[in-house]
């Protein structure tokens, strides 16, 4: 399975596994990317999003886009070259993917069909015609299956059990504004506008919160030691943790097991 998103041999559509290190490029050709497994995190001339199972994005010739992989992941990444316009697709099909760069997400018809073509991809790795026919039969159906993420701020409520449960279950890491517009599948820029909106606060303070109150259980009730919550619970240090800490309840985290014993 191929670990980057280009290679010495160009080939149609390959199955890519992407690496966590952040890499970047741009390239003379459109590009389709679609997310099969796990989670990969896309940049494309300034706009980052998540892309997961049943999203994917459109890479225009030539913009510049970095991506990188959270985990066990795999991408089914079209490549289509423009020698390969008159060949098989009319300027038509082209021109309704390739507008503008940009990310989607697919209904299950789509999703479906790339399953069954993905299976006989993996089957065949080597097989360059099957490589093609999948990027045919795909470039010539995706554009009636696809919805593109537009800016639709009106009467639109964020899925905050989907980004809660998302943060809960990533608070060791490092949580972007990226990955959780991806869960809604939004834009950073518009999930910024529409989450501070809902919620009274960006997304970074409300990560940082949420680090905090489970700080705050692990205080009252583990045997952790500080630097131990600290860690368990995203900061990078504990003197950042601590300040951040008693800045939200008023007290740093020894003092605060003391005075308020488990049990």
């Known amino acids: 399975m191929k670990e980057k998103l280009n290679s010495s041999i160009f080939k149609p559509s390959e199955i890519v596994k992407l690496p966590e290190q952040m890499d970047h490029h741009n390239h003379g050709y459109n590009q389709v990317v679609i997310g099969l497994s796990g989670q990969t995190e896309f940049d494309i001339e300034g706009a980052g999003n998540l892309v997961c199972p049943g999203q994917g994005c459109l890479v225009t010739a030539d ?151 489970l700080a705050r259980d692990l205080i009252e009730e583990s045997q952790l030691s500080v630097a131990q919550v600290a860690q368990s619970t995203g900061f990078a240090s504990q003197s950042s943790f601590t300040q951040a800490f008693t800045r939200l309840f008023g007290k740093p985290p020894a003092r605060y097991r003391r005075e308020n014993p488990s049990g």
Do not use: W
């Open 63 to 213: 913009s510049e886009h970095a991506f990188s992989g959270i985990g066990n992941n795999e991408i089914l990444v079209l490549n289509v070259a423009s020698d390969q316009y008159q060949a098989s697709y009319t300027q038509d099909h082209i021109a309704r993917l390739f507008d503008q760069s940009g990310y989607f997400h697919l209904d299950r018809q789509a999703q479906n069909l790339i399953q069954a073509l993905t299976a006989e991809m993996a089957a065949h790795p080597d097989d360059l015609l099957l490589s093609r026919a999948c990027t045919d039969t795909l470039m010539c159906v995706l554009h009636r299956h696809f919805k593109p993420l537009k800016d639709d701020r009106q009467s639109y409520r964020l899925n905050m059990d989907v980004i809660d449960q998302y943060i809960l279950q990533h608070l060791t890491r490092k949580i972007s504004v990226a990955q959780l517009a991806g869960l809604v599948f939004l834009g950073e820029s518009q999930f910024h506008f529409l989450f501070k909106e809902q919620t009274g606060v960006t997304p970074h303070q409300y990560v940082l919160k949420k680090r905090l109150e």
